[in-house]
């Protein structure tokens, strides 16, 4: 295995770390417009770096794997040896140039946004700090320093999301994001665990480094866990037949329950509409380019363990199948615009894990890169029409504003377009790939095309929902707001406009064959995931069937919810479907949240209210700390009773306390 030595890795995530590090302390004394501006060009730089990265490794010979940087060893412990190393191969390349290039786009924007905002030294520190752990994340070697970025993105967007933590309820949802990512993280370190037991158990030498787990990775597939339910009382009989499981299934379903927290899935999805909270530039760094779709590339960068285990497989593509349904139902019925977007990026995420469920790796990175583009263009452009309301967010109390916003207008088409999956834009080249593979691939099912297809047809419909009455038909805007909306500040409209491009453009990286393209993003990532041989032969035939339907549904759902709610008797109709209780159940958004508090936040609050006042409260506070002081107390009153200061009462006790003497020792002669 060839690899290029670099000297510069380590200044791709570190520029955004010292510079993040520098406002944090001294932003405070300088004006605030400059702590925004380090914060950019710190981002720029670490842009022009990550370039020179991917050219450098562009122009390596064939055989080269990937350039790496060893910074230090970490730590060494028995056989195993963990190194602090970068590596950037072809996937790497992708990730660090959509963290640093749509980054460096959201940072810009910032600074119109947070203009105003007197804490944005703040902001934009945490915002530096968060882009650094990411691009430590995916720039990793071995999974230990990937934990730690996954561990950082974590610590950062808790921050990021509770930004205005002075309101409760902002900073409520801040801690929700960091416990419930808290859960996936605990499966995550199990995960790894568990691998290197199977490592020693296969007799390799111990090893968290990526490369060196694909190359023994073979020796881990015949590796099985044995599992028992415990065995009878006093006779030593299992109570249920012990039987094994895969110990690969078993890994792999580990690291993918911590990506089910990172990257929203289904059960560990609940925190992301709540991300909300935070300022919007934190959601469209958080939902687009960043945090969330670190579950997603780590379930890439170990596909070589995944498709060792065909049950591990089914779970991905199912559990993403049914979380993009669920979370497109749930945003049809949504008020608030940043939360459409919210459940839109769920559904979205649902649709990469299926691709990588059915062994369509690079059809998962695929959508994550066009994904990045138009999710971030459509949070900053949901933030511009906020910033020109003056923090308005009800999609019911807007309309008419595509006079009022004509940049932040055509942009956000351009980004409901892409999304809806409608021709030539980047997010239909895409999708249609993802429903080919689903359909089509060995691990893919009718089942899964079927669910996949449906939430095309409901994203078309939420999207356009959300476009029809934010900037179409007749104006609902407060009359005391109306007279102020006006266009963003050009940081803002440069930014929309630069993602509409790249959302608009970003499809034809991967132009498909039955279209007389090179399938060159395919092309790319072929080294990375050479060895996965579940897809089957293309038919262009059967490509070219499903890309007319997926045509199909996406116009007709656009079509569709265009013409009702653009209809003169929308709001009749509106009126008699909120009173249905479907409408209601998922306006409650199915009352999951509800759920959750029920099965698991009560029952654990009262066990801990039980353990505060029965534990800590009787037996260490009352008996073990208080306990002590009160029996002396108790003592230091009897003997008071002793200590009346009459002498002739001390002389009486001494005598018959001698006379008692006396008569034991006569006794005991």
Same mark, same amino acid.
């Given at each position: 295995m060839n690899v290029f030595v670099s000297n510069d890795l380590w200044l791709i995530p570190l520029i955004p770390f010292v510079v993040g590090f520098a406002i944090g302390l001294f932003g405070r004394y300088v004006q605030q417009f400059w702590s925004g501006f380090a914060a950019c060009l710190a981002m720029l730089a670490s842009l022009v770096y990550s370039i020179k990265a991917v050219f450098l490794l562009a122009s390596t *010979?064939?055989?080269? @794997?990937?350039?790496?940087?060893? &910074?230090?060893?970490?730590?060494?412990? #028995?056989?195993?040896?963990i190194d602090f190393s970068l590596v950037v191969d072809q996937l790497t390349a992708v990730m660090i140039l959509i963290v640093t290039g749509v980054g460096f786009l959201i940072h810009y924007y910032s600074l119109g946004y947070m203009e105003h905002d007197h804490d944005s030294p703040r902001f934009f520190c945490q915002l530096n700090l968060f882009a650094g752990f990411m691009l430590l994340l995916v720039m990793a070697s071995n999974l230990l320093v990937m934990f730690v970025g996954w561990e950082g993105v974590g610590a950062c967007s808790y921050l990021l999301i509770g930004f205005y933590f002075k309101e409760s309820e902002k900073a409520a949802a801040g801690q929700k994001a960091f416990l419930v990512n808290r859960i996936g993280d605990v499966f995550? @370190?199990?995960? /790894?665990?568990?691998?290197?037991?199977?490592?020693? +158990?296969?007799?390799?030498?111990?090893?968290?480094?990526?490369? +060196?787990?694909?190359?023994?990775?073979?020796?881990?597939?015949?590796?099985?866990?044995?599992?028992?339910?415990?065995?009878?009382?006093?006779? #030593?009989?299992? %109570? &249920?037949?012990?039987?094994?499981?895969?110990?690969?299934?078993?890994? $792999?379903?580990?690291?993918?329950?911590?990506?089910?927290?990172?990257?929203?899935?289904?059960?560990?999805?609940?925190? %992301? =509409?709540?991300?909300?909270?935070? =300022?919007?530039?934190?959601?469209?760094?958080?939902?687009?380019?960043?945090? /969330?779709?670190?579950?997603?590339?780590?379930? $890439?960068?170990?596909?070589?363990l995944f498709v060792m285990s065909p049950t591990a497989m089914a779970v991905i593509a199912w559990v993403g199948a049914l979380t993009a349904l669920m979370a497109g139902v749930i945003g049809l019925a949504q008020r608030d615009i940043k939360r459409v977007l919210a459940y839109s990026t769920i559904s979205q995420l649902g649709y990469m894990f299926l691709a990588a469920g059915v062994g369509a790796f690079a059809a998962a990175i695929f959508h994550l890169l066009t994904h990045a583009f138009f999710k971030a263009l459509l949070f900053l452009g949901a933030g511009s029409v906020i910033h020109g !309301?003056?923090?308005? +967010?009800?999609?019911?109390?807007?309309?008419? !504003?595509?006079?009022?916003?004509?940049?932040?207008?055509?942009?956000?088409?351009?980004?409901? %377009?892409?999304?809806?999956?409608?021709? *030539? %834009?980047?997010?239909?080249?895409?999708?249609?790939?993802?429903?080919?593979?689903?359909?089509?691939?060995?691990?893919?099912s009718p089942g899964l095309y079927l669910i996949a297809l449906i939430t095309a047809v409901l994203t078309a419909f939420y999207m356009f929902r959300m476009v029809t009455l934010v900037f179409w038909g007749e104006s609902r805007v407060d009359r005391a707001v109306k007279k102020h909306i006006h266009e963003s500040p050009p940081s803002m409209t440069i930014t929309l406009m630069f993602l509409a491009v790249l959302s608009a453009m970003a499809g034809f990286l991967n132009l498909p064959k039955i279209l007389k393209g090179s399938e060159w993003f395919d092309t790319v990532l072929h080294p990375v995931f050479a060895r996965v041989h579940v897809l089957g032969a293309p038919d262009h035939r059967l490509e070219g069937v499903l890309m007319l339907v997926s045509i199909l549904v996406a116009v007709i759902g656009v079509t569709m919810t265009t013409l009702f709610y653009l209809s003169p008797r929308k709001d009749e109709a509106l009126e008699e479907l909120e009173v249905t209780w479907v409408y209601r159940a998922i306006y409650r958004k199915f009352a999951i949240d509800e759920l959750y508090a029920l099965i698991v936040v009560c029952p654990l609050s009262a066990f801990s209210r039980f353990l505060k006042d029965a534990f800590d409260g009787a037996l260490i506070d009352r008996t073990l700390v208080n306990g002590p002081p009160r029996l002396l107390k108790i003592a230091g009153r009897f003997l008071s009773e002793f200590q009346s200061g009459d002498v002739q009462r001390y002389l009486l006790l001494l005598t018959l306390g001698m006379a008692a003497i006396v008569v034991y020792l006569i006794k005991t002669l």
């Amino acid at each position: 295995m060839n690899v290029f030595v670099s000297n510069d890795l380590w200044l791709i995530p570190l520029i955004p770390f010292v510079v993040g590090f520098a406002i944090g302390l001294f932003g405070r004394y300088v004006q605030q417009f400059w702590s925004g501006f380090a914060a950019c060009l710190a981002m720029l730089a670490s842009l022009v770096y990550s370039i020179k990265a991917v050219f450098l490794l562009a122009s390596t *010979p064939a055989d080269v @794997v990937h350039v790496k940087q060893h &910074v230090w060893t970490w730590m060494t412990s #028995g056989g195993l040896t963990i190194d602090f190393s970068l590596v950037v191969d072809q996937l790497t390349a992708v990730m660090i140039l959509i963290v640093t290039g749509v980054g460096f786009l959201i940072h810009y924007y910032s600074l119109g946004y947070m203009e105003h905002d007197h804490d944005s030294p703040r902001f934009f520190c945490q915002l530096n700090l968060f882009a650094g752990f990411m691009l430590l994340l995916v720039m990793a070697s071995n999974l230990l320093v990937m934990f730690v970025g996954w561990e950082g993105v974590g610590a950062c967007s808790y921050l990021l999301i509770g930004f205005y933590f002075k309101e409760s309820e902002k900073a409520a949802a801040g801690q929700k994001a960091f416990l419930v990512n808290r859960i996936g993280d605990v499966f995550f @370190v199990l995960g /790894v665990l568990l691998l290197l037991y199977g490592l020693a +158990q296969a007799g390799l030498a111990p090893t968290l480094e990526f490369a +060196q787990i694909k190359a023994g990775a073979g020796a881990l597939e015949d590796q099985r866990l044995a599992l028992s339910w415990g065995t009878a009382a006093g006779a #030593g009989s299992p %109570l &249920v037949e012990p039987t094994s499981v895969g110990l690969v299934t078993m890994v $792999c379903l580990l690291l993918f329950v911590g990506a089910t927290g990172k990257s929203a899935q289904i059960p560990l999805f609940v925190w %992301l =509409p709540d991300a909300m909270a935070g =300022p919007t530039p934190v959601s469209a760094l958080i939902h687009a380019a960043t945090m /969330v779709t670190a579950g997603v590339y780590m379930v $890439c960068r170990l596909h070589f363990l995944f498709v060792m285990s065909p049950t591990a497989m089914a779970v991905i593509a199912w559990v993403g199948a049914l979380t993009a349904l669920m979370a497109g139902v749930i945003g049809l019925a949504q008020r608030d615009i940043k939360r459409v977007l919210a459940y839109s990026t769920i559904s979205q995420l649902g649709y990469m894990f299926l691709a990588a469920g059915v062994g369509a790796f690079a059809a998962a990175i695929f959508h994550l890169l066009t994904h990045a583009f138009f999710k971030a263009l459509l949070f900053l452009g949901a933030g511009s029409v906020i910033h020109g !309301l003056k923090g308005e +967010q009800d999609i019911f109390k807007m309309g008419g !504003l595509r006079t009022k916003l004509p940049v932040t207008h055509l942009t956000f088409v351009v980004g409901a %377009l892409a999304i809806a999956g409608v021709p *030539p %834009l980047a997010g239909f080249f895409s999708k249609d790939l993802i429903l080919y593979h689903a359909y089509s691939s060995r691990l893919g099912s009718p089942g899964l095309y079927l669910i996949a297809l449906i939430t095309a047809v409901l994203t078309a419909f939420y999207m356009f929902r959300m476009v029809t009455l934010v900037f179409w038909g007749e104006s609902r805007v407060d009359r005391a707001v109306k007279k102020h909306i006006h266009e963003s500040p050009p940081s803002m409209t440069i930014t929309l406009m630069f993602l509409a491009v790249l959302s608009a453009m970003a499809g034809f990286l991967n132009l498909p064959k039955i279209l007389k393209g090179s399938e060159w993003f395919d092309t790319v990532l072929h080294p990375v995931f050479a060895r996965v041989h579940v897809l089957g032969a293309p038919d262009h035939r059967l490509e070219g069937v499903l890309m007319l339907v997926s045509i199909l549904v996406a116009v007709i759902g656009v079509t569709m919810t265009t013409l009702f709610y653009l209809s003169p008797r929308k709001d009749e109709a509106l009126e008699e479907l909120e009173v249905t209780w479907v409408y209601r159940a998922i306006y409650r958004k199915f009352a999951i949240d509800e759920l959750y508090a029920l099965i698991v936040v009560c029952p654990l609050s009262a066990f801990s209210r039980f353990l505060k006042d029965a534990f800590d409260g009787a037996l260490i506070d009352r008996t073990l700390v208080n306990g002590p002081p009160r029996l002396l107390k108790i003592a230091g009153r009897f003997l008071s009773e002793f200590q009346s200061g009459d002498v002739q009462r001390y002389l009486l006790l001494l005598t018959l306390g001698m006379a008692a003497i006396v008569v034991y020792l006569i006794k005991t002669l």
